[in-house]
């Protein structure tokens, strides 16, 4: 299967472009987009991996409603970033494994 994202920005946004950072990597996108709009955007598709057999998984509904997109968004865990806006300077990391109770 290709992992080939089929989310394109349209060429007419013209809201301020920001810079977030996915696991310590910069990512830009548009003010007002979603976190899961701009990770596909750039080209990322997996969002976290499965506790148990480290399956890939994804935004798949894009309205808050599977939870395959959540990722951790400044040290809060489980946010759905189909859900959330994007923010300049905003820190995100792409879980893997089990989560850790705290
Ligand atoms: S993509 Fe389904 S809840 Fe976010």
Not at 23 to 51: S, V
Not at 63 to 86: A, H, K, L, W, Y
Request: proline residues 10%.
């Amino acid at each position: 299967m290709s992992s080939v994202s089929r989310f394109q920005p349209l060429p007419t946004v013209d809201a301020p472009q920001i810079t977030l950072w996915v696991n310590d990597e910069p990512i830009t996108a548009r003010a007002g987009w979603t976190l899961a709009a701009a990770l596909l955007a750039n080209g990322i598709t997996t969002t976290r991996h499965t506790a148990i057999d480290q399956q890939p998984r994804g935004p798949f509904c894009m309205m808050g409603v599977c939870f395959e997109c959540r990722v951790t968004v400044d040290d809060i865990p489980n946010v759905q970033s189909c859900m959330t806006p994007v923010r300049d300077g905003m820190r995100v990391t792409l879980p893997r494994g089990p989560r850790v109770l705290s």
